[in-house]
């Protein structure tokens, strides 16, 4: 099963986490090898005529150091604080008691508030760095042994401070698991079982999906072989997704009877046995992931014998494709011929129309220029067709009967003659609207003489 996502974490795994993070902070408390608190060492200072003050420098810069260090362990239990806070809410909507981790989670925080006043105290001592100058050079011997003292004392007062609080917070959250771990696995088991049941439906749906897969590729066989091709690779890969498909489909019916019986959960998934509960999700999730590896094998199995199939027959399959897209558009020639001869009918209807409205002395100026118009387009028209029907009757790359001989000449010409026909149709297309628009701008301004339905076939 997948991984459950944040939002979806189990109190386990949200307390782990907490305690985990307290592990972390706890180990960066830890002083580096090397650096000793002042306040725990004997600081000497130089004698009468001595010069040597290298111990109090480099103490000086060791304090500073760990005061960088140890700002950041202080920023970061913020991030404690937070999880702790996250997991008494989540906590309490299950109606667990969280009092303890509530009282730990104060505790923690008043512990981290006197961390952080030691910390500023010696944050404000190397600030002023009394007894160094400002690169860190001893000016004042007496006065800098104070200061790396003071300092390392406050440091120390965080540190330890800080240890402690973390340390607590660790043996209270860990304490608080201890005290729900049975009420804890039971969110866990009834998590699982829920995630199951929604893994089952899914997976069901993706079965449904697999075998609609069967009719689809029985589909190609059916028309390869009415195409004379050899389809016994695509029979045999399709013998073998079936039988895949087969025993995906038995663990899932096994996964299935596994959460209807719901063993250990009563009929609303709460668990009532964790024993039997805990074996319920085990055995559905062993008898899930059978059937999705099988599912997934049998479809990775199925795409690739039939890319495979269609490699190996794909010259013959762009034959195909080819032949039927000369035959379209021989069919479309046809109809696009049977269309320029209603189109140039047309032509004979509006100058019927001119010549009556000239009789009763109308304005025919703009039926004249639609008409002329008109005409035009459709020699375009005319013209792109004739194209078209000299590259069908070459038939390039083609035989008599429409067979291919020529992959590459073959599909130049329903290129070209494609794109003769769509640039006759577009053309016919466009004269026709505008013409119509033409007759009915002047219609409607000689509706008097003329009413709609007084012209014939709508112009």
């Known amino acids: ?8 974490m189990t109190f386990r795994e949200l307390t782990l986490g907490v305690i985990g993070m307290l592990v972390v902070l706890s180990l960066a408390f830890a002083i580096p090898s090397g650096v000793a608190y002042a306040a725990n060492q004997a600081v000497a200072t130089p004698g009468p005529g001595a010069r040597d003050y290298s111990g109090l420098t480099k103490t000086f810069q060791q304090e500073q150091t760990q005061l960088g260090k140890q700002q950041d ?65 001893v000016t004042d011997p007496t006065a800098a042994a104070q200061t790396v003292k003071d300092a390392g004392q406050a440091l120390k007062d965080a540190h330890d401070a800080l ?31 829920q995630n199951e049941q929604k893994w089952l439906t899914t997976q069901q749906a993706n079965l449904a999906k697999a075998n609609d897969s ?46 209807s019986a719901h063993n250990g959960f009563d009929g609303s998934g709460n668990v009532t ?8 999700v ?44 000369y035959q379209n558009e021989q069919n479309w020639f046809s109809t696009q011929t049977t269309n320029l001869g209603k189109a140039n009918d047309a032509v004979a209807k509006i100058q019927d129309l001119i010549t009556q409205a000239q009789g009763k002395g109308l304005d025919t100026s703009a039926l004249q220029s639609a008409l002329t118009t008109y005409q035009s387009q459709l020699a375009t028209a005319g013209a792109s067709h004739t194209t078209a029907s000299g590259i069908l009757s070459s038939h390039n790359g083609f035989d008599d009967s429409g067979n291919v001989t020529d992959q590459a000449a073959a599909k130049q010409t329903v290129t070209d003659a494609n794109q003769a026909l769509k640039a006759a149709h577009d053309v016919l297309v466009q004269a026709i609207s505008d013409l119509q628009a033409a007759v009915k701008a002047w219609k409607d301004a000689n509706q008097q003489s003329f009413p709609p339905t007084a012209t014939p076939n709508g112009l």
């Not at 099963?1 to 979806?8: G, I, L």
């Not at 981790?101 to 404000?124: E, I, M, P, R």
């Not at 046995?273 to 319920?280: E, F, I, L, M, R």
Request: hydrophobic residues 35%.
């Open 214 to 259: 069967i009719t689809k590729v029985q589909d190609l066989i059916s028309k390869a072989q009415a195409k004379g091709l050899d389809t016994s690779a695509l029979a045999s890969a399709l013998a073998t997704f079936q039988s895949q498909l087969s025993n995906a489909q038995a663990s899932d019916t096994t996964a299935a009877n596994v959460l």
């Open 73 to 137: 362990n202080l920023t970061n239990t913020a991030q404690d604080v937070t999880r702790v806070q996250d997991l008494i809410s989540k906590a309490q909507t299950k109606g667990l008691d969280t009092s303890a981790l509530a009282s730990a989670l104060a505790t923690f925080q008043g512990q981290v508030s006197t961390a952080q006043s030691s910390h500023d105290t010696a944050a404000n001592l190397l600030s002023t760095h009394s007894g160094f100058d400002g690169s860190g050079n």
């Open 1 to 8: 099963m997948k991984k459950p996502n944040r939002n979806s």
């Open 273 to 280: 046995d964790q024993a039997a509960a805990k074996q319920t």
């Open 163 to 193: 240890s402690q609080g973390v340390k607590d917070l660790h043996t209270a959250v860990t304490a608080w698991l201890e005290a729900n771990k049975d009420k804890m696995q039971d969110e866990d088991l009834q998590k699982a079982f």
């Open 282 to 325: 085990t055995d559905a999730n062993q008898a899930l992931k059978d059937a999705s590896s099988a599912l997934k094998q049998a479809t990775q199995d199925l795409t690739t014998a039939v890319k495979s199939w269609e490699e190996a027959n794909k010259d013959k399959l762009q034959d195909q494709d080819l032949q039927k897209a």
